[in-house]
């Protein structure tokens, strides 16, 4: 029933429940801003630049007017439910419209609709009739923030069927491996589906509060495909082990539920908590992407605790059924038991190779930069994409992204008046701005805005640095009079989006940190494990970081076709810290509980090690393989955010999986040997919460 409610809302809300739209939950500068906007204009309404250009004709041709005669018409024929309104050059006589060279012109397109709406509703069909009315010998290209979004929204589409085309059949092909039966790979596939449909029908629901971002549903689906079989994949590994030994399938399923099962508790648990801290960022794209992957994890969990533990008791043997053989080489490599031999047997010297292969990577992370992709790191082959090209090379990118000051106060003051007749002069003479500078005043509304537009890119370090002068200037020109100043417009946003999410960073890292080692120390009643645990997550983020950096900002992925770039996306260290710190543990998780398990039966620390690593090591592997999978299919996509998380967490999860798994964890579990279970009488009341077999 459940899942039948889930189909239901995600063909029926989730579409309006996502927004392309990046929106702060809190109130920032550039946000009151925009709610004054509101109040003076109405509904803030998409604005498209159309650069017309020719290499045969100049502006003042009357070729050229026609041209452009017949592309406004065309827009305007839409009607007022698509197209409110359209200014030329030849309408309004402004230079600005006109290039150095005389070869272009810029017509000016206001939408009747807010640029997320007009993305959706408006953009293709504007698109089809310029096209229709455009000429031989011109060129016609569109930019603005509407159009972008149409164009992002049908790329993230793209790379959500290109993750399922890819991450799908690599992950049944690795639970082929590990199980060697067509039905026990598809209960794992089975649940990944669960869980997808499931969440996504949570996102559809609590999305309408948040806005979450679009590309959520690739977030949930990449999750939901992760953990939904990665769970699955330890819990009927579990029960046919037991099986195997002897034990009946009742009671297989019983020693699965007080193993397996709670240990994926206390790793799933991890996660969703280290997602709840990225949530606290008052910002929808934060919060609308951890409230995806939260919802997958969550609900991959639900069902492991009950729907997977019910399928078993039903299906029993038949999970084993349609099997196909494998070579015994592949469950050697898989389990890796000799490896396990060679790490325990000279632990020191293990420790000291792992260190050698993260540290020089985590050092790397100190030159992480971070900000907010431009249009440049787009496919070149974006209608979007070319149109701001356009306006860069022969106008002002900030023609259809303009920065506005909001003057709201007592506006017949002196000193009011004053201080707005300086910022004009100042803007005048300011290398970052372009003219015009246009004065609205709104009497009854005690408001004033001053409109002016941004050379380059508004997403750039450049124009945040412009935005950062302009509210200093702002403040000491109006500093004393009886009104309120702010700045708006896309630079401003971005600039008041990077330094929220700077600014909540230490609270995040603090909770999940301290999250982690308190669950932790309550699921294996030690005090150092959670220690050495947070420590070795630590480095497999730091691990991950470098390794970003490397590939984009350091330029090394371009040998295999990655595009560079200046900076990291800023909201990917917070989130990747988070997703990376959850998803490593479930690994540790899974190996300290077994050892934990042998350990509290033969009270052999070393031998517990060993036993530890041969019980988890397919299954683990295997686990690994369909996680970097799945997470390297995201990062093939073409949107540079998803693709640098992607290529981040398919590389942590390989770090974890082998590297830290396999040598640095044993090696330190046998160096500390029975000192790694230690707790001191003062934690003893602890609840107990066994993941052995005496749950």
Known sequence: MLMAVSVVLVLLVLPRSLSPVVRFLAPVESERADDTLEEVRGPLKAQEAV????????????????????LQRAALSLGPQVVESVFTYYDTGLEALRSADGRATVMVVVLAHRPEEAAR??????????????????????????????????????????????????????????????????????????????????????GRAVDAPVFTINMVVTMGLAVGIDYALFVLSRYREERRSGVTAGRAVGVVCATAVRAIFFSGLVVVL????????????????????????????????????????VLKDRTSALSIPMPRVVETVLRGMWWSRVVLRRPAFSAAVGLALLLPMAAMALEMETGVSGYKTLPDELPSKRGFLALEERFSYGLASPVEVVVKGDLAAPAAQKGIEALQESLASHPDFAPPILVQPFPEMGVTVITVSMRGDPMGDEAQAAIRHLRRLVRQTFQGSPVEAMVTGEAARMLDYVEMTRSYAPLTYGLVLGFSAVLLTVAFRSLVLPFVA?????????????????????????????????????????????????????????????????????????????????????????????????????????????????????FAIFVDATVVRLVLLPSLLRLMGQRAWYLPPFLRWLPRFPLGHEG
């Open 51 to 70: 650069v017309v250009s020719s290499p045969i004709y100049s502006v003042d041709e009357e070729a050229f007017r026609e041209q452009v005669g017949a």
């Open 534 to 650: 947070v420590a070795l997550n630590l480095l497999s983020v730091g691990a991950a970081y470098g390794f970003i950096v490397l590939v984009f900002q350091k330029g090394w992925g371009q040998m295999v076709g990655l595009p560079g770039t200046e900076a990291v996306e800023v909201w990917l260290p917070l989130f990747l810290f988070a997703l990376v710190f959850g998803l490593s543990m479930d690994y540790q998780v899974f190996l300290l509980s077994r050892v934990r398990e042998h350990y509290g039966q033969t009270g052999d620390a070393v031998g517990a090690v060993a036993r530890g690593l041969d019980s988890t090591g397919s299954v683990i592997t295997g686990a690994a393989l369909i996680m970097v999978a799945v997470f390297a299919a995201m990062g093939a996509g073409e949107l540079t955010d998803l693709r640098q998380a992607g290529l981040g967490l398919a």
């Open 274 to 313: 280290s997602l709840m801290g990225v949530m606290l960022v008052p910002f929808n794209v934060f919060v609308g992407l951890a409230l995806g992957a939260a919802s997958a994890v969550s609900v991959a969990i639900l069902a492991c605790l009950s729907l997977l533990p019910a399928l078993l008791s």
């Open 121 to 206: 509703s408006s953009i293709g069909v504007l698109r089809r009739a310029l096209a229709e009315a455009s000429k031989e010998g011109f060129q016609v290209l569109m930019a603005g923030e509407a159009s972008l979004v149409h164009d992002l929204e049908s790329l993230a589409q793209r790379d959500l069927r290109r993750a399922e085309l890819v991450g799908v059949p690599m992950a049944t092909a690795v639970l082929l491996l590990v199980f060697g039966s067509l039905a026990a790979a598809a209960l794992p596939l089975a649940m990944a589906g669960v869980a997808i449909v499931m969440a996504l029908g949570i996102v559809a629901v609590v």
